[in-house]
């Protein structure tokens, strides 16, 4: 169950100036995200060859919250309950980043 969240590298070649800010982003979602739904801690991946995140103005994150080809975590994955931990989990995450994306401004 563990959950693993990417983002950019510091050496992506589309977005070199976003690195800082999709790093912190991505480490506030995963420590809310933790937090909230109990899973045992998962790591930030960085990665340059997602389409998503390359060619972004913005910082990005990609979030990978289970499999459903595991069946423990299809178990958790479609229940209400376990749905709401992820939502209130990463919403508390983009939460937390921008608070201290002000702090450190």
């Not at 994150?61 to 749905?83: F, H, K, M, P």
């Given at each position: 169950r563990d959950v693993e969240i990417i983002c950019q590298s510091e050496d992506n070649p589309y977005n070199y100036c976003n690195y800082g800010r999709a790093r912190l982003l991505s480490d506030a979602v995963l420590g809310s995200f933790v937090q909230s739904t109990g899973n045992s801690k998962g790591d930030v991946i960085e990665d340059d060859n997602r389409p998503i995140i390359n060619w972004s103005i913005v910082p990005t994150?990609?979030?990978?919250?289970?499999?459903?080809?595991?069946?423990?975590?299809?178990?958790?994955?479609?229940?209400?309950?376990?749905?709401e931990k992820i939502a209130e989990g990463i919403a508390a995450g983009i939460e937390s980043y921008f608070t201290q994306k002000e702090i450190n401004q």
């Open positions: 994150t990609i979030i990978e919250v289970g499999s459903l080809a595991n069946s423990a975590d299809e178990e958790l994955l479609v229940t209400d309950e376990y749905q």
